[in-house]
């Protein structure tokens, strides 16, 4: 599942988990045919569209598509990104960064930092293993490491204090 929002309109929700499409708890009845990797042929309601993908940031959850000459930007929150949300810690990045805490019990998989290092936003910091899942857990913003408290390996507990910026 996850919540979409196209050119700063409303969110909603969109699930591509069975056959077909289920948009705000609604099946989505539609015929998609990939011309090529960037340009898809879609019929809705008795109506044609063309679909172009001009951009694609995995990183930052954006895709920019053209619409029958229309373009939309679309930004993406995957359940990861509504719990983290849920859970208060998507307006760290609104702020200067001071630490990254553990968002959950788990064990340390990898680190990709280290004292020194100068990270940007949604630079993957480390992975960190909880309920047998990989958590990518990615800077909330810009900063330079000042300490990193954990090692490979390491069990955290919630809330525990991971890294620590200058």
Known sequence: MF???VNDQPPFEIDFSGNQPVLNGQP?????????DRMF??????????AELLHLDPAAKTVTLKI???IHQVQLKDRFDLLLEQ???STASLTKINEIKAPMPGLILSLSVQPGDVVRKGDT???LEAMKMENVIKSPADGTVKTVRISRGQTVEKNQ??????
């Open 87 to 89: 859970m208060g810690m």
């Open 28 to 36: 989505f009845a539609w015929d998609v045919v990939r011309l090529n």
């Open 161 to 166: 204090v991971l890294v620590e910026f200058n």
């Open 68 to 70: 029958n000459e229309s």
């Open 3 to 5: 919540r979409a929002s």
């Open 125 to 127: 910091v480390l992975i």
């Open 41 to 50: 042929h879609i019929l809705h309601q008795n109506r044609s569209y063309t």
